[in-house]
């Protein structure tokens, strides 16, 4: 069974679907704890279901907020999932987990991402461009943001008369499955350290 960290900053709207996945038994994983790097929605929905929490707020820690974050990081935790997560992570961080650290982004990478580019920032960017196509994308995380390989993504259309919340309601619907069947990929050992 995959043991799974979440590092959330947000709703957990991602988080919750990774709980469901697994209540369901459709994934075959656990969560070993939910790190969030400031107080937010995300972390009341794992203590809601007694999942393990840690807040490493960002005010706080500062500089320090990657090393405090792997500290409750356990040596056999298999993937780091990061659902809606805000903080960049340092490079020591990146590389002592190198090939078990994923991203969910609310867009088709390589457009539209990179630093500031997150949450409405993303879907505005897509309309500003006039895409017609716009998704989500799972990707590996390495130091470049948003730069690492991408696992999977999932197109949506975008509409005409859109504005940047309908976007974002449209991608997340599809962020979910999406995250869940990637998170399936990694039942494969291969794929795990595959992030070239
Ligand atoms: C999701 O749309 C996710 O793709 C995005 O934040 C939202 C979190 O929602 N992530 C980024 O923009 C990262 N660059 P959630 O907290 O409800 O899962």
């Known amino acids: 069974m995959l043991k799974l960290a979440v590092l959330v900053s947000g709703g957990g709207s991602n988080l919750q679907a990774i709980i469901e996945a697994i209540n369901q038994q459709s994934l ?3 969560i070993v704890t939910v790190i969030a790097d400031r107080p937010c929605y995300g972390i009341e929905r794992a203590k809601a279901v007694n999942i393990p929490t840690y807040l490493a707020d960002r005010k706080i820690y500062r500089q320090n907020l990657s090393s405090k974050i792997a500290e409750f990081i356990p040596e056999d935790c298999d993937l780091i999932v990061l ?3 805000l903080s960049i992570l340092n490079q020591n961080f990146i ?3 190198n090939g078990k650290i994923i991203n969910i982004h609310p867009s088709l ?7 500031g580019m997150w949450g409405l920032k993303a879907h505005q960017a897509v309309l500003d461009a006039g895409d017609t196509e716009s998704g989500c994308s799972v990707h590996f995380v ?10 999977l993504q999932t197109k949506v259309d975008v509409l005409p008369n859109d504005t940047a919340n309908d976007l974002q309601q449209r991608v997340l619907n599809v962020e979910y499955p999406t995250l869940i069947a990637t998170i399936k990929t990694f ?3 291969n794929v795990r350290f595959n992030n070239e």
């Open 28 to 30: 075959f994983a656990t």
């Open 95 to 97: 590389q002592r987990f």
């Open 109 to 115: 990478l390589p457009k539209h991402g990179g630093a």
């Open 142 to 151: 390495t130091e470049e943001i948003d730069g690492g390989k991408v696992i």
């Open 83 to 85: 659902a809606g997560f």
């Open 187 to 189: 039942y494969n050992e």
